[in-house]
């Protein structure tokens, strides 16, 4: 969940480093870091606790000049946020080095390290392996040899970044379990956890591979696979600057809610004809492998564990297939018993979800029909391993809460049930009504969230609230859950999502006029069993938040003090995609009056590489 960059250049590079740390902040902001060879071959390295904003301003108290350095954004693991627990580590200043991930045995190696005479400034895992690196080196006097056997060492999940004043012009770059990426430049060459990082030097890109070592030059890169030099391929990415700025916008939050409507056209745009979902748009031989399918698992986490939840409401309803959904950490560690014809499919943002990835990792090896990967990112781990992948297309999400990442996934795992319904039964009515009203989407979603202020008003009851209540039935449950996910992490209100039909086997208990609950209530089946349970809340002084397509109904004097605000009407099916958006503006509006960090929410980072 760290963040890493590197460089190796003619020119100085320490503002380099700065500006892609800044674009990585998402993946931690605990504190930072970098690291330079001086010309007079020394290390200078400078660490603050804290942003990266603290280190650029260290930085011009303190210049740091070189042209080959290391920089590093944290998200604590081991070792409290703190200058002293900051990366880069250094060893005998010979050797310094930046860590993502987590060195599962690194109690033992620092017992073995300690009793060699090595000693240790730092709480964190990761100063062990600056030191092995070290004590192999004083072995060997090669450095790939010396960074062999200390992975050797290594358990858990990592990328390291190194460089050594014993090879001024040289950077080191080793991946295993923790992404990591090659940027090629002109007489110049970088290392970054993600490509956003270094778009302002270079769009071409090389994405390493578990077990990889990265020797680079000014002018070559070679990567290396155990002893044998391997090729990767380099990709090209022509993503547009703008979209890693905020533009008129004060939190990337905002911008990525507002940028909604259009990437759910973006999702859409060549998966759909007039009248018929393409099943090739999800991989090669997928409508063969769809025909088969008996049986779905969804593997998520967080936010994209929500997303699948909706899912298994469609896939039963739509498809009539059973469907099992589970949180990757609890799936990973425990006995699987995959169901005949199972298609297992995991789902995340970035692609590169630690126990998700791991999760995948494991049904590749058990008896799973296939594997899907749903994700945001191209070349992500998880698009290159799993036999079929779906880009949601969401484009650059920034912001650690996700917004426009779990819309554009429910319009994926829709266009997969219709796709798998297809396979399986052949073109319908049902399949071109649903694609009528998937292209209306986007405009409705701009209706929507043109009710910003009507929101923002809502807010204001928040602000002095420690707890809320969401409910939801049936689609909108998963939704519930979501609602409340969003106001837990931006504006660190207690919240709770329930199905609403549960109110009564507990959480009734929680309700009084201190109390806001915040309901979706759709004309669908279930209309009169969610009255029902707002009368509930109403009996106990609960403060009633509500959003409807029913507003005739709210207008006499049973719920006079409720607030509400109109939902355009859609189909049932989709009103998932709909009901979410005020919610996530809803904990947008509080988080701000509150005055939390919004894009950079406290002990939260973007992407989870580590357990």
Not at 156 to 180: D, E, F, K, M, W
Not at 232 to 242: A, G, K, P, V
Not at 244 to 251: D, L, N, S, W
Not at 443 to 452: N, R
Request: net charge negative; charged share 20%.
């Amino acid at each position: 969940m760290c963040g890493i960059v590197g460089a190796v250049a003619k020119r100085p590079v320490a503002n380099l480093l700065i500006d892609g740390l800044k674009k990585l902040e998402y993946r931690g902001y605990d504190s930072a870091g970098l690291a330079v060879i001086n010309n007079k071959q020394e290390l200078e390295r400078l660490r603050v606790a804290g942003k990266v904003r603290e280190l650029e301003l260290a930085l011009h108290k303190h210049p740091c000049n070189g042209t080959t350095g290391i920089a590093h954004t944290r998200w604590a693991t081991h070792g409290a946020p703190s200058e002293k627990n900051a990366h880069p580590f250094i060893s005998h200043d010979q050797f310094a080095l930046v860590h993502n991930g987590i060195i599962e045995n690194h109690s033992h190696l620092r017992e073995q390290l300690l009793k060699e005479g090595y000693q240790f400034s730092s709480d964190t895992d990761t100063e062990v392996v600056v030191h092995l690196l070290h004590k192999y080196y004083s072995q060997t006097k090669d450095l790939l040899n010396a960074i062999r056997s200390t992975v050797s060492e290594l358990r858990g999940a990592y990328a390291l970044g190194i460089i050594s004043t014993q090879y001024p012009n040289r950077l080191i770059a080793v991946r295993q379990g923790s992404p990591l990426v090659i940027g090629k430049g002109q007489g110049e060459n970088f290392i970054a956890s993600d490509p956003l990082a270094l778009l302002s030097t270079t769009q071409q890109f090389i994405y390493l591979e578990d077990n990889d070592v990265a020797d680079l030059t000014l002018d070559s890169i070679k990567i290396y696979n155990g002893d044998q030099e391997v090729k990767r391929e380099i990709h090209t990415m022509s993503l547009n600057q703008d979209a890693v700025e905020k533009g008129e916008y004060r939190h990337f939050m905002k911008k990525e809610i507002m940028e909604q409507p259009d990437s759910i056209s973006s999702c859409l745009e060549g998966r759909v004809t007039d009248e018929h979902v393409l099943p090739a748009i999800f991989g090669v031989n997928a409508d063969a492998i769809f025909a088969k399918v008996q049986h779905v698992q969804l593997v998520a986490c967080g936010t994209s564990y929500h997303a699948a939840l909706v899912a298994r409401y469609w896939l039963e309803s739509l498809a009539n297939i059973p469907c099992s959904v589970e949180v990757a950490s609890e799936f990973r560690y425990r006995d699987i018993a995959p169901s005949k014809n199972s298609l297992f499919i995991c789902l995340s943002q970035s692609g590169e979800t630690a126990d998700t990835l791991a999760a995948l990792r494991m049904a590749k090896k058990m008896d799973y029909l296939s594997t899907l990967a749903i994700c945001n990112v191209a070349n992500s781990s998880m698009t290159r391993e799993a036999d079929l992948q779906f880009l949601t297309r969401a484009g650059v999400e920034i912001g650690v809460a996700s917004t426009k990442a779990f819309v554009t996934q429910l319009i994926s795992l829709f266009l997969l049930v219709l796709a798998i319904r297809k396979t399986q039964n052949g073109n319908s009515e049902y399949e071109v009504e649903m694609i009528h009203a998937l292209r209306h989407l986007p405009a409705l979603a701009e209706t929507i969230l043109q009710q910003d202020r009507a929101v923002a008003n809502w807010a204001k009851s928040f602000t002095a609230k420690e707890h809320a209540i969401f409910i939801g039935r049936g689609l909108l449950y998963p939704i519930a859950l979501e609602g409340a996910l969003k106001m837990k992490e931006i504006s660190y209100i207690h919240a709770e999502g329930y199905p609403s039909g549960e109110l009564k086997h507990g959480p009734l208990a929680l309700v009084d006029n201190n109390m806001p609950v915040i309901s979706t209530i759709p004309g669908d089946h279930l209309l009169e069993k969610n009255l029902s349970n707002l009368q509930e809340v109403r009996a106990r002084g609960g403060k009633l938040f509500i959003l409807t397509d029913q507003i005739e109904l709210f207008h006499g004097d049973t719920f006079s003090d409720a607030h509400l605000i109109e939902m355009p009407v859609i189909h049932p099916m989709l009103t998932p995609v709909l009901y979410t958006l005020p919610l996530q503006l809803l904990a947008y509006h509080v988080a701000v009056l509150k005055g939390t960090d919004v894009d950079q929410p406290r002990n939260l980072a973007k992407s989870v590489t580590v357990e």
